[in-house]
């Protein structure tokens, strides 16, 4: 007999509980989580360098990268205690692989996990991984149009970083345009602009990362 | 670490496993068609999901199944004259008062609504 079977489930649903699993356990543990979103070069892992160098908690990153582990071993290299995830041509981390890989980490003491995702602003602004907050990060090169072509990553994020604002001089970059239209979809999420060359920013976006901190894992 | 998995790949393992989880222990022969909701804010393209639907289908229950699709265009409203409106390129303005409007989940849709299918009960 031919019959419909009424389903009305998110496909999302597997990795959804998958990521609210690893969300308990990095709550019990005081590990706050931080999924990085951003395009290929816009300025991830230089981003988090610059955060961790200031941050007053301790930090722990796990590297999403499609191939190598360079971003890892630059990281290592700063002492930082950083974990590889590749991907091997899937555009996005998932929870399970997230879950794949917590059995390396022992987090010894609390603080906040940077989970750099794989470079684009289309998939892994999908799939949740266990994160209490996304941050988006785009550069000056990128263009003003962002918002506009990728609401979704933008709508999603809780914090932006508009990254390489040393280079505002030589390229145009609308600013109005580009707030007007993470306003459309965000009305919440700070904005910071940023520099790894002259260091611009981050002293502003980590006195906001810290309190955030402070008031989440004390 | 590493996996090896492309773009549509991972979404069409899932969308299989939550279909062959509605047919555990079920009467189910065959499985004609799913049918699926797919907001165009999620980027995902029809040619690619039935292609690795076809891939990754082959060796289950849900071999030779149809996959049809139904598209939902993004909707915005605007918070001032409560006119919902599809945007334009480069806009998230309203096309009745011009006030920036406020994106909604129409759009965002990713699941299975149903399934067609054929099974051994009278």
């Known amino acids: 007999m031919k019959r419909t079977i009424d389903i009305k489930q998110a496909i999302y649903s597997e990795n959804d509980l998958h990521a609210e699993t690893i969300r308990k356990g990095f709550a019990e543990k ?112 990128e263009g003003s149009d962002k918002p506009y072509k990728y609401p979704v990553a933008f709508q999603k994020a809780g914090a932006i970083i508009v990254t390489k604002k040393d280079l505002l001089p030589y390229i145009p970059f609308d600013i109005e345009f580009f707030e007007k239209g993470v306003r459309a979809i965000n009305k919440d999420a700070p904005i910071f602009y940023t520099s790894s060359v002259t260091g611009h920013g981050f002293d502003e976006l980590t006195v906001w990362l810290n309190d955030l901190l402070s008031a989440k894992i004390g | 670490m590493r996996f090896t998995k492309v773009h549509e790949c991972s979404v069409v393992e899932n969308l299989i496993n939550v279909t062959r989880a509605h047919l555990k222990d079920s009467s189910v022969t065959q499985v004609k068609s799913i049918n699926l909701v797919v907001g165009d804010l999620t980027g995902y393209v029809d040619d690619s999901l039935r292609f690795y639907f076809r891939v990754l289908a082959k060796d289950t229950e849900l071999a030779g199944a149809e996959l049809n699709i139904t598209h939902i265009k993004p909707k915005l409203l605007c918070p001032k004259c409560g006119t919902k409106f599809e945007r334009t390129r480069f806009s998230f303005d309203c096309p009745d008062c011009g006030t920036t409007g406020d994106m909604t989940k129409e759009g965002t849709e990713f699941f299975i609504d149903t399934i067609e299918v054929e099974d051994s009960s009278k």
Do not use: W
Not at chain 1, 53 to 59: A, D, G, L
Not at chain 1, 103 to 117: A, R
């Open chain 1, 30 to 141: 005081g590990i706050f989580a931080v999924n990085i979103l951003g395009g290929a070069g816009a300025g991830k892992t230089s981003t988090l360098i610059n955060i961790i160098k200031r941050i007053n908690k301790k930090s722990y990153v796990i590297e999403g990268d499609i191939e190598s582990d360079i971003d890892t071993r630059t990281l290592r290299g700063l002492g930082v205690e950083a974990f590889q995830i590749n991907t091997n041509g899937n555009c996005h981390l998932n929870a399970p692989m997230i879950e794949s890989i917590l059995p390396q980490m022992t987090f010894s003491e609390k603080g906040v996990l940077f989970i750099e995702n794989i470079g684009n602003l289309v998939c892994p602004a999908e799939f949740v991984i266990g994160e209490d907050v996304k941050f988006l990060i785009c550069s000056i090169p």
